[in-house]
T-cell receptor, first 114, second 109 residues
Framework: ETGVTQTPRHLVMGMTNKKSLKCEQH?????MYWYKQSAKKPLELMFV???????ENNSVPSRFSPECPNSSHLFLHLHTLQPEDSALYLC?????????????FGPGTRLTVL | GQNIDQPTEMTATEGAIVQINCTYQ??????LFWYQQHAGEAPTFLSY??LDGLEEKGRFSSFLSRSKGYSYLLLKELQMKDSASYLC??????????WGAGTKLIIKP
């Protein structure tokens, strides 16, 4: 238990569906992150929020839309995804972004796009 | 470009010692992390090195040489529960984490 929870743990969706991933951290951190993890590839940073403000968007397609209503919650809204978007989506948090703090991860959502 | 290299897979025997290497080429250096990730679970923080030398934490130790762009994670007295992927990550000059693809460690009885 790392103090970061993610729901759902597994998601199967069609290319025309709309779904959302949820992340919640109970660590009192101010920065939250979305990563994509594909088999045998390095973690890819997607989005960074620092004190609820988006500070990083690493050229992520617009079919992925993040939302951070407060420092404890982070969402990733999905629509018209492609099969190559199938991956493990990890959420992480840290005290502050752009600093020498350790990131703590949630267990991830295993996404399959049919 | 920035790059982190670590072996894709390693096999070791229960009770033995294994060393997982990580080499990096990054734009600046602000620390190196090792994480452990069991299949289907969250990556969990193992160690952080920012100065050269060896950091020991129980059965796990991590070594850093900044001049060589090199680190290793040493696991002693291996247990079956140590079967996992081990991720190396370097924080660059912009404080971005650059990740390796991970090393899958298989422990055999």
């Amino acid at each position: 238990e790392t103090g970061v929870t993610q729901t759902p743990r597994h998601l199967v969706m069609g290319m025309t569906n709309k779904k959302s991933l949820k992340c919640e951290q109970h660590l009192g951190h101010n920065a939250m992150y979305w990563y994509k993890q594909s088999a045998k590839k390095p973690l890819e940073l997607m989005f960074v929020y620092n004190f609820k403000e988006q500070t990083e968007n690493n050229s992520v397609p617009s079919r992925f839309s993040p939302e951070c209503p407060n420092s404890s919650h982070l969402f990733l809204h999905l629509h018209t995804l492609q099969p190559e978007d199938s991956a493990l989506y990890l959420c992480a948090s840290s005290q502050r972004a752009g600093d020498a703090d350790t990131q703590y991860f949630g267990p991830g959502t295993r996404l399959t796009v049919l | 470009g920035q790059n982190i290299d670590q072996p894709t897979e390693m096999t070791a025997t229960e009770g033995a010692i294994v060393q997982i290497n990580c080499t990096y080429q990054t734009s600046g250096f602000n620390g190196l992390f090792w994480y452990q990730q069991h299949a289907g679970e969250a990556p969990t923080f193992l160690s952080y090195n920012v100065l050269d030398g060896l950091e020991e934490k129980g059965r796990f130790s991590s070594f850093l040489s900044r001049s060589k762009g090199y680190s290793y994670l040493l696991l002693k007295e291996l247990q079956m529960k140590d079967s996992a992927s081990y991720l190396c990550a370097v924080r660059d000059s912009n404080y971005q984490l650059i990740w390796g693809a991970g090393t899958k460690l298989i422990i055999k009885p």
